[in-house]
C-alpha cells in the first residue's frame, strides 16, 4: 500500500506522468492477483473508422496504377500521376473495382467536390491521387487547396452548428492538436500577440498541458482561472459557468482565453448562455481577447456549437481528427483562423520596435513583411521560418484527413456519428450501474470522459463528518493509487487538471463494455472501503 507521503509526492506531477507510476502498480496487482489491468486513463478511442480508411487504401492502389501507367520503362520506378483526364481514369477503376471497399466513397467524395463544392473534377482527383502518393511538398505548405475547402465544409457542419460564417476561416493541417497547440504559443508570443507576465485566461477543468506550458521559462504568463463551479439542486457538478466567473474576462488586462470545449475532464459543452455572455463581453468590454478554443469532442454532443462560430473574429479555433475517427496515431489536426480577425489588426498597429523585429524575421520569406498574416506566420514559425519553404503537414496525412471529413460531410443519415455516441453512452451505463449511483442525463454532454468527484459524493450521500474525515486521513490521489494496487484499475485525477481536488476521470473511450461495470464496482469498493474505516475508527 502506497503512504501518505509517497502520495504527496507524486500528486505534484501531470496527471499523464503519475499515470506511469499507476500503471506500474496496476501491473503488480495484475501479476500477483491474475487480474486483466482496466487502463482507463486515456483518451485514445478503442475503435477506428473504417470506410473513410478503406477509402484511403484504395487510393493509394489507384495512385500507384497512375504512377506505372505515366512511367514504367524501368522496374520498381513509377512516374508521377498525370492530371488531364484522370478523373474519368478513376471513374473507370472505380467501375472496375466496385465490390472493393471503400469505392462507393471514393465515388460519392467526387461527386461531393464537384457537384456541391464546385471543383474541377481532374484537378480535385489528381490532388488526391497526388497527395496520397506523397510525391511532392505541400502545396500550398498551409494546406492542399480542394483539402482546405473539404475540411472547411467539415468544420462548419460539426463544429458552427451547420452556421456558414460571414467570412470563411483560413486553415493550417498540423500534426495534431498538440502541435496547434505548440504552434499557436509560440506564434502569438513570437509576435508580440501575448508577452511574457501578460494575464490569460483558463477555463478549468481544463487538458493538464494548457495548465502547465503558460508557466514555462519562454512564456511566464499569468493565469486567471474561470471555474465551472455551477452545481445542480442536487448538488451534483453541471461543469458549467456562473456569470460572475465569465465576468473575469471583462478585464481588458486578460489577455487571451484558453479553453477545451467540450471540457476535459468533465466533456461538457458550454452552455449557449456562457457562448453568449463571452461574446458580449467581446463586444463591449475587452475587444481585443484572444480565444484558443479546443474542440476535439464537440463531435460527440448534438448541436455543438464552437466559440469559433460565436466570436469568430478573436477566436483561433483548434481541432483533432483524433478522437472521433479513432485516428491518433495519424496526427490529424487543423488551426482555423477566421479572414476577418483581432490579430491581423493587432499587428498592424504593434509599436514600431516590434514590426522592425518582425520585419527582419520574415524579411527572407517576403519583400513586404509587414503584410504577412497571422495564420501564415503560424507556417512560417512552425519551421523556424528559415524552412518555410518545407513547411506543411505530409501530404498522404492531408489526403486522410480529407476522406475523414468527406466521409462525415456524406453521412446524411449522421449513423457513424450516432454509432459512436451509443457505444459511449452503453459504457456509461455500465460505469453507473457498476457504482450504483445514476449519472443525470445532460444534453450538454460529450460522455467521452467522466470526471468523478469522490468527496462530493460522500458529502451528500453520507454527510460532513465523514467528508471531512477522509479529508483529514488521506490525500486526494489516494483514490487512484488505490484502484491501481487493489484492483488493476488506472484512471487519472481530476486535481490534475485543476478539478476538484477528489475527482478521478474515467476515459469511456478506450475500453470495452466489460470492463466499465468492473471499474464502477472498484470504485464503489473504494468508497465503502472508507466508510468501512470511518465507522471503525
Known amino acids: ?71 514504367s520503362e524501368f522496374p520498381g520506378l513509377g512516374g508521377l500521376p498525370g492530371r488531364e483526364g484522370i478523373a474519368g481514369r478513376l471513374t473507370a477503376f472505380l467501375g472496375e473495382h466496385a465490390d472493393r471497399p471503400g469505392a462507393s466513397l471514393l465515388r460519392d467524395s467526387v461527386e461531393y467536390g464537384t457537384g456541391r463544392l464546385g471543383f474541377d473534377a481532374d484537378a480535385f482527383v489528381w ?130 482565453l484558453f479553453l477545451v470545449n467540450p471540457s476535459n475532464p468533465p466533456s461538457v459543452m458550454l452552455a449557449e448562455e456562457s457562448l453568449e455572455r463571452i461574446a458580449e463581453i467581446v463586444r463591449t468590454s475587452n475587444p481585443e481577447l484572444a480565444i484558443i478554443t479546443d474542440d476535439v469532442y464537440g463531435t460527440f454532443v448534438p448541436g455543438f456549437r464552437s466559440l469559433m462560430s460565436a466570436v469568430p473574429r478573436n477566436t483561433i479555433g483548434v481541432y483533432s481528427f483524433s478522437k472521433y475517427f479513432g485516428a491518433t496515431g495519424w496526427r490529424l489536426g487543423v488551426i482555423a483562423v477566421n479572414q476577418d480577425n483581432v490579430f491581423d489588426e493587432r499587428l498592424a498597429r504593434l509599436p514600431r520596435p516590434d514590426l522592425d523585429r518582425l520585419a527582419d524575421r520574415y524579411g527572407t520569406i517576403s519583400l513586404r513583411p509587414g503584410d504577412i498574416r497571422f495564420i501564415d506566420r503560424l507556417v512560417a514559425d512552425s519551421r523556424q521560418v528559415a524552412l518555410n519553404h518545407t513547411a506543411g503537414l505530409s501530404t498522404p496525412q492531408q489526403t486522410m484527413m480529407t476522406l475523414f471529413a468527406l466521409s462525415s460531410l456524406l453521412d446524411a443519415d449522421g449513423t457513424y456519428r450516432d454509432t459512436c455516441r451509443a457505444v459511449i453512452a452503453r459504457r456509461l451505463d455500465a460505469l453507473t450501474e457498476g457504482m450504483g449511483v445514476p449519472i443525470p442525463d445532460d444534453p450538454l454532454a460529450a460522455h467521452y470522459y467522466v470526471e468523478l468527484d469522490i468527496l462530493s459524493f460522500v458529502r451528500r450521500t453520507y454527510g460532513n463528518e465523514f467528508a471531512d474525515w477522509l479529508q483529514l486521513t488521506y490525500e486526494p490521489v489516494d483514490p487512484v493509487f488505490r484502484l491501481a494496487e487493489k484492483g488493476s484499475v488506472v484512471l487519472l485525477n481530476g486535481g490534475g487538471f485543476d478539478g476538484p481536488q477528489w475527482s478521478v476521470r474515467v476515459s469511456l473511450a478506450n475500453l470495452d463494455h466489460d470492463a466499465y461495470l468492473k471499474i464502477g464496482g472498484w470504485l464503489k469498493e473504494i468508497v465503502d472501503g472508507y466508510k468501512a474505516e470511518f465507522d471503525a475508527s
Open 127 to 256: 490532388e488526391l491521387t497526388d497527395a496520397v502518393t506523397g510525391d511532392h511538398y505541400p502545396e500550398p505548405a498551409r494546406m492542399l487547396r480542394h483539402a482546405e475547402q473539404v475540411v472547411h465544409a467539415y468544420l462548419v457542419q460539426e463544429m458552427c452548428g451547420g452556421r456558414t460564417p460571414r467570412r470563411p476561416y483560413d486553415l493550417f493541417a498540423v500534426e495534431g492538436g498538440t502541435a496547434a497547440m505548440c504552434y499557436v504559443f509560440d506564434t502569438c508570443v513570437i509576435n508580440g500577440l501575448l508577452r511574457p507576465e501578460d494575464t490569460i485566461a483558463l477555463m478549468t477543468p481544463i487538458f493538464s498541458p494548457y495548465l502547465e506550458i503558460p508557466h514555462l521559462e519562454r512564456y511566464r504568463f499569468k493565469t486567471v482561472e474561470i471555474q465551472a463551479a455551477k452545481t445542480n439542486r442536487a448538488g451534483l457538478h453541471t461543469w458549467q459557468y456562473d456569470r460572475s466567473e465569465l465576468d473575469k474576462l471583462a478585464d481588458p488586462s486578460v489577455k487571451a
Open 1 to 71: 500500500m502506497t503512504g501518505r507521503d509517497e502520495e504527496r509526492r507524486w500528486e505534484s506531477l501531470s496527471p499523464f506522468e503519475l499515470k506511469d507510476e499507476l500503471i506500474a502498480l496496476a501491473g503488480e496487482s495484475q501479476r500477483e492477483n491474475a487480474v486483466t489491468m482496466l487502463n482507463a486513463g486515456r483518451g485514445n478511442p478503442n475503435w477506428i473508422a473504417t470506410e473513410p480508411r478503406e477509402a484511403f487504401f484504395l487510393l493509394g492502389q489507384f495512385a500507384v496504377t497512375e504512377s506505372r501507367r505515366t512511367w
